[in-house]
Structure formats: C-alpha cells, structure tokens
C-alpha cells in the first residue's frame, strides 16, 4: 500500500527528467544518416522501401537474431507447455461448445482474402510497406482462423518445428553466400553495380524465408497455448 | 584469419540446429568437436592477433563504418571470450552423461554459447540489446528446465525484470543515437566528451547505468539472483554464477569505462554501490541453511567487490576487479559442480544434514576443499592474488581496510559453514551414487586452473595487458599467518554463534523480495541515478 | 507533444509493474511498457515532419528511417517475451492455484 503512494512522486520526477532532456533535442540532432539513406538506399541495395533496406542489407545481423529469438520462443513455449502426463479427456467439454454459424460463414469469405494480402505483403516488402515480419503476420492471422472454427483440430507439431529449423539454416545459409561472391558477410550476393532489378531477387528470398518462419512461429506458439489448455 | 570471429558466432547455432534436427542421440557426441574446433581457432586467431592488432575490426557488409554493424576485438574482449569457450567445454563435459536424452538442453545451451560469444564481440549498441534479450529469454528456460515448483516461480520474476532491465537501456540507446546520428561504440568514444554536458546524454547515462546495474545483481536489485540461482541444475547454476552475470560486468566497462571515460564524477558512487552490495551479499549469506543459496547470496557479494575493483579506471585496483572477473568465474563453477554431485548423491540440500562428504566421496571432497581455499584468499591461490590487488588501493586508508576485512570474514564464516559439512561421520541410509569420470574430469581441470592463475598471475597479466602488476611475495611467511588468524577467528565465531541459529538471524534468513518490492527498487534506483546526475 | 505522452504511457506501465496484485497484470504492465517505448521512438523519428521513407533519391524531406527499423525487431521480441511469460504464469497457476504475488513469495 505504502509503496504504491510513494512511487507516483518519483514517477513524476521520471517524467520531468524527460521533458527537461527533450528540450534540448532540437540542438542536438544529428541528420546525417538520414541523408545518407536518402540518396544511395536505393541505389546501394535495389529497395525502394528503405526501412526494408536497412533491416535486409546494412544491418542484415540484427534480422537473423529476431528470427533467432523466434525460434528459440517456440521451441521453449511448446517445451514448458508440455503436459508430463497422458491426457485423459482431451475433449472435456468442447462438444458441448458451438461454433456461431455467423463465424463459420464469414470465416469462408474472409480466409482466402487475408491469405491473398498476407502473401502480397510479403512479396512486396521492397517496393511499399511491408515485409517478412509484417506480413508473416498478417498469414499467422489468417492461419489461426481455421482453428477458431474447427476447436478439434490435429496437428502435427513437430512437422512445423522441423521446416522451421530447416528455414532458419536456409536463411542463414543464403546471407553467407555473400562471403563467397563478394568477399563481404551478411549482404547482397549479387554484385554492387549490377542491375538493380536483379538485386532485388536477393530481397524476395529473403523476405519469402522471413514471412513463412514468422507464420509458422506463432501458430505453433497458439497451438501450444491449446494443448496446454486442454 | 580476420574472419574467424563469425566462426565462433555462427558454428554453435548450426550445431544446435543439427542436433535437434537428427534424430538419433548418438548425434550429441557432436558439441566435442564443436568445441574443440572453437579452441584452437581461438588460439590461432590470439596468435595472429598478438602480432598485429589491427585485424581485430570486421565490419559486415563492406559498407561505412557509420552505418553497417561491426566486430571489435581487443584485449578485454579476447579475455572474456577464452573464458567463455573454456568454460562452456567444462560444462558441456560435466552436463554430458546426466543429459544425455535430452536434445531440447543441448539445443539451448549451444545457442547461448553463440549469442554470449556475439555479445562479448560487437561494437554495436542496438545488436548489443538483441543479444541481452536472447540471452535473457535463453537463461529463463534453461533455469525452468526441470519444471519444479520453484523454478518456474523463479524463471517468471527473472524473465520480467530481466526484459525490463534490457528496455531501460534500450530508451537510454535510442536516446544516444538521437546526439551522435549512428550506433558505432568506438565512433562515440571519440566525440563523446563534447556532449557530455547535456542533459539528453545524462538521461541516457543514468538510464544505462539501470539497465546494467540489475543484470549484475547490485544492491538493492539483486533480488532475482539468490531464487534463480538456487533453484537451477547444477551445470546451469554454475554457467550463470560464473559466465552470465559477468557479461553486465564486461559492458560495465565497455560502456562505462570506455565510451562515456567516466563520467560525472560516478566512480564514487559505483565504488560505495559495490561495498553495500559485497556486505549484504555476506550478511545473507552467512544465515541460509541450504548449500545452493549460500553460494548465490555469495555471488551477489563478489560482484560487489568486483564493482568496487572496476570503479577505478586504471591502476592495481582495475586490474584486481578484472582479475577477480575471471577467478571467480573459476571458483565459483568449481564450488557449484562439486555441490551438484554432493546434492545429488544425498539427495538433500540442506547443509547440516549432509555430514562426512570425505569418507564417501573423497576426490569431490578434495576439490571441493581446494575451491572453498580459493574463495577465502589462502595464499597460494587465485582469491588471494585478486583480493590484494583490490585492496592495494586502499592500504592507506583504515575504515575502507576495516570494511574489507568484515567482507572477508563474513565470507570466511559462511564457508565454515560449508566447510563443516566435509567432516564427520556420514549418516547415510540410502544408496548413494558415485560421480562418474565425466564429472571428476572437468572439476578437476578447474581445480588447476584455479592453482595455475594463482601461482603464474604475473607473466599472465604482463601477456595480456603489457603492465606490469603489484608483486605478491609467496615467501613472506607472513601471510600465511595472517590467514590463518582470519580463518580460526572465522570459525570460531561461526562456531558459538552461527550454530545456536538466534532469533534475529532466523528473521533475516525469511526476508526474501516480492516481485512487486523488485520493480519498486528498479524505481528508486533509476530516480536516485538521475537526480545525482542532473543536480551535481 | 507527442513524445511526451509516449513516455506517459511508458509511466502508467511502470507503475502498473509497482501495483499490481496478480501475474497477469504484471505481464500486461511489461506489455504496456514496450509498446510506449515504440511508439516513443517513432515519435521522435517524426519530428522533423517528412513524408514516409519509400525513394528512390527524390529530394523531398523523408522520415529517418532507421528507428522504424530497429523497431521492427524491438515489436518481434516483445512479442515473444510476452509469449512465453504468458505460458509460464500460466504454469505457476497450475502448481499454486492463485494467482496472486503474494501467495508465490515462499
């Protein structure tokens, strides 16, 4: 009780610490990054999207890290999720649930819909905004629908963790190629001058790897999340 | 030879995703090679290095310096990454037979191997904050790995504070990048000192500084390390006593001693920080009954004192903290591999219950000896040799000696304690089981390196770091007699007023932080940083 | 303006981390807090009022595109903090039947 009553004081001695800082941000900020980006991203790495440059070319290690975390949280939450023993009623009330109807009908329109646009989004994560994070997501969304229609639903966890795996070696894999090609880690492994069309193959690959890893990853972290309930 | 830093970064991940891949587990066999590959790449890139220091800068992509992510090594780095690798094979050694079914532990504990090695090596700020996160996500599951009541309880409140230290250094990051316009480290340790002076930079100091002060389990923030400590398997306690805690260490000197030059006049401050911190750590230390938090309440108390060592930037007491880094390291693994085969051949970890660990497991008995001798600075070891380096600062000035002495007391007392438990007749009435070969040999390789630094420290640090240190005379008979005045007072304090088990000593021993309590401290701590910061 | 109600955000977080009874209102306080650090710094990115970082070297004002890209990363790891934090209260509830902070402390 105490402790709640003498904390928002210092909250607000926080908060003016910042304000007090912020004041002086104007003197201080620094644009050359900013100019940099702006007139060589797009001829340095063939994106129109710059934040996707960033992420997929300058500061490729940062990306293979997240995806990283990704891996290592599906395969701890699916470990602590496990049950140590056998289930004994894995339909415990589940039959005397009903779906809406409503749902089900809208669920069949707007499926192939938010699949279409989560494919798209990936695609094109180099000329508009979007991405392999972004739109894995917007796939996870999609993917998670059929289980909110269907609650008794089998699948086969340890497939997914296994393409998963397989994904992130092949990720890793082709931003080493660059090493070989170029002489250079973790970048572009067709060369600096070439066409920037063809260098943007290397952004495709990439963020087609990065999407389907994010989708699966969190379906099976939901998936998870439903054994453990049941 | 320039490259072999994305080996040590990258191999550990391909071999952790090969052995959850396949699904035999004669494939676990794989980490001895891995690690034997990683040693004597590290010997031929030291070699290398040796003769030309300038290959130790590799910047990814081939961009500017400005905007790409790069590797710095240097002779901090190097130190802290021969640790790490040998410290890994003595775990990996020791946790083989126990584990030797399980893919998901050998799977997590190569990955952390890779990203701790990413951490020790970049010179980026924002990638140094994706390794903190990783590595925090990765130590959470490895301390929840046997699903036990506690562990999960534990592994819960570190997640949390863990993650939060990492988000109060991210703010005070992204307020860095907003001043300088890039994320290089060695870039901002050049023009840092024009800017200092402003309070953005003072923000993101202090906001730093908490981040990195609840990763190393300071006073008053230090209240995850004893449930997480103590509630861990064996090799996991020993990997984070040893290895995990000392990274916030490293970036304390990374980021304080080098890129801000130490600023605002906050050694002082850091300096009594370390000395609170080593006197509550012995405080708690000297009244638990079970053997694993003795030696995590222990813990919190030595990285005090290494605080206290690094708060100077230069000098016998620097090089005291930094020695003291990696003696530690290899005391404390020794004392939590031996305590993991005594827990498990008695099957219970209070320490009065165990009883003549001589009679019944004599080689552990031994090393576990050797490890307790190191720990209180017997002569001839490696503790004595960091102590009175520490100490050599101060030889002038009476009440910092005074405090010194209470610390090393208090730890000599908590260790008789432990000692006590080697002697006796066993009582035993069950089965016990024998530690296998694959244990005896990692700890007793520790057990000699702990000798070895302790006798050769001298040409050691004169390799590494071209200074010359503060001569210890092993000839001076003095010194033995001083210990051994320190150890029989010790004792015999512990022994008429330790055992009797008073009152207030069982009050201080139910004095454990709520989750809640922990986050309120996080506060106090951040407020205390920031008003010293703006107003002095 | 805005980077100061950002940083409010961040503030009602942390002290819904100070206050809160149960788990899972903490899990949701850490929530709270990582989302106000992304929107602090994307705030802050915006200030100097461009236009969003899609060109091809065309001289119009843009956005400073790296902290919208260290953000991206900074989303996907609190994502999975919150994640496994969640399973993990989850499992606490099952062993001890409570969940509040005051029946776990041993």
Do not use: C
């Amino acid at each position: 009780m105490i402790r709640k009553w003498m904390s928002l004081p210092l909250l607000l001695i926080v908060f003016f610490a910042f304000a007090i800082a912020l004041t002086d941000y104007e003197n201080l900020y620094v644009d050359t990054a900013r100019i940099f980006y702006q007139t060589y991203g797009y001829l340095y790495t063939g994106s129109l999207n710059l934040v996707t440059a960033i992420y997929l070319d300058f500061r490729l290690l940062d990306t293979l890290f997240e995806a990283g975390i990704l891996l290592v949280a599906v395969t701890g939450v699916s470990y602590i999720a496990q049950h140590d023993q056998v289930e004994h009623n894995p339909l415990f009330m589940l039959d005397k649930f009903k779906i809406p109807e409503l749902f089900v009908s809208l669920a069949r329109i707007i499926y192939p819909i938010v699949l279409l646009f989560g494919i798209y989004v990936v695609f094109n994560g180099h000329l508009a905004p979007g991405g392999g994070f972004q739109g894995g997501s917007i796939l996870a969304t999609a993917l998670l629908i059929l289980y909110y229609i269907d609650l008794k639903k089998k699948t086969n966890l340890q497939l997914i963790f296994t393409i998963e795996k397989v994904l992130y070696l092949l990720l890793i894999s082709i931003s080493m190629i660059s090493f070989l090609t170029r002489g250079e880690w973790f970048t572009n492994f067709i060369p600096l001058e070439s066409n920037l069309l063809l260098k943007s193959v290397f952004l495709i690959a990439l963020n087609l790897i990065i999407g389907a890893k994010v989708a699966l990853g969190l379906t099976a972290i939901f998936i998870s999340f439903l054994k453990e309930g049941r | 030879m320039i490259h072999l830093p994305v080996l040590f970064l990258f191999l550990p991940i391909v071999i952790a995703l090969i052995i959850y891949l396949i699904q035999s587990s004669h494939i676990h066999w794989l980490v001895f090679p891995m690690q034997l590959i990683l040693i004597v790449s590290f010997i031929f890139y030291v070699i290398a290095w040796k003769n030309d220091p300038s290959i130790g800068v590799l910047v990814f992509g081939g961009w500017d310096e400005t905007i790409a992510i790069t590797f710095l090594l240097d002779a901090l780095n190097l130190t802290f990454v021969g640790l790490t690798i040998f410290f890994f094979s003595i775990i990996f050694f020791y946790a083989f037979k126990s584990n030797y079914h399980e893919k998901k532990f050998f799977f997590f504990l190569a990955f952390l191997e890779s990203v701790f090695l990413g951490l020790l090596m970049t010179n980026d700020l924002f990638n140094l904050f994706v390794f903190l996160e990783v590595i925090a996500l990765l130590v959470t599951l490895l301390i929840t790995y046997r699903k036990g009541e506690n562990a999960l309880k534990a592994g819960l409140q570190y997640l949390l504070l863990a993650s939060m230290a990492s988000i109060l250094y991210l703010i005070g990051v992204l307020l860095l990048y907003y001043v300088f316009g890039h994320l290089n480290i060695a870039l901002m340790k050049d023009t840092m000192p024009s800017v200092l002076n402003t309070n953005l930079v003072k923000l993101a100091y202090g906001l730093i500084i908490t981040g990195i002060g609840l990763k190393a389990a300071v006073f008053p923030l230090y209240a995850w390390l004893p449930k997480a400590h103590g509630v861990a398997p064996s090799s996991v306690s020993a990997l984070l006593s040893g290895l995990v805690v000392k990274a916030a260490l490293y970036l304390l000197m990374r980021l304080h001693g080098e890129m801000f030059h130490a600023p605002y006049e906050f050694s002082t401050v850091i300096f009594w920080l370390g000395m609170i911190s080593a006197l509550a750590g012995v405080i708690f230390a000297m009244v638990q009954k079970d053997l694993k938090q003795i030696l995590a309440y222990h813990t919190v108390s030595q990285v005090g004192l290494m605080f206290i060592g690094l708060s100077f930037n230069q000098g016998n007491s620097f090089l005291g903290g930094w020695l003291h880094i990696l003696n530690h390291a290899v005391f404390k693994g020794l004392l939590f591999l031996a305590a993991g085969v005594i827990i498990k051949a008695y099957q219970t970890k209070k320490v009065y219950d165990i009883q003549g660990v001589f009679k019944t497991l004599p080689w552990t008995a031994s090393l576990m000896l050797i490890g307790i001798l190191s720990i209180t600075g017997a002569p001839l070891f490696n503790g004595y040799v960091s102590k009175s380096m520490l100490k050599y600062a101060f030889k002038d000035e009476m009440f910092i000696m005074f405090l010194f002495n209470l610390i090393n007391l208090g730890t000599i007392i908590s260790f008789s304690k432990v000692a006590m438990m080697l002697f006796g007749k066993p009582h035993l009435k069950v089965l016990i089981k024998r530690a296998s070969i694959s244990q005896h040999l990692p700890m007793t390789i520790v057990a000699i390196t702990s000798l070895v630094i302790g006798l050769f420290y001298q040409p050691l640090i004169t390799w590494i770091y071209d200074i010359v240190p503060y001569a210890i005379h092993l000839e001076d008979a003095r010194i033995y007699l001083e210990y051994i005045f320190w150890v029989s007072l010790g004792f015999n304090l512990y022994y008429f007023i330790l055992k009797r088990d008073y009152r207030p000593l069982a009050k201080i021993r139910e004095l454990t932080m709520t989750f809640p309590t922990a986050n309120f401290l996080l506060l106090v701590f951040l407020v205390s940083m920031v008003a010293f910061l703006y107003l002095a | 303006m805005e980077p100061l109600l950002s940083i409010a955000v961040i503030l009602i977080g942390m002290y819904g981390l100070i206050a809160s009874e149960t788990i899972i209102k903490s899990v949701f306080s850490a929530t709270m807090i990582e989302s106000g650090v992304i929107l602090l710094f994307l705030n802050l990115g915006a200030l100097n009022g461009g236009v969003i970082p899609i060109s091809d070297g065309v001289n119009l004002v843009i956005v400073d595109p790296i902290p919208q890209a260290l953000m991206i990363t900074t989303i996907v790891i609190g994502s999975t903090v919150t994640s496994l934090a969640l399973i993990l209260s989850i499992k606490v509830f099952h062993n001890n039947g409570s969940i509040h902070w005051k029946d776990i402390t041993k």
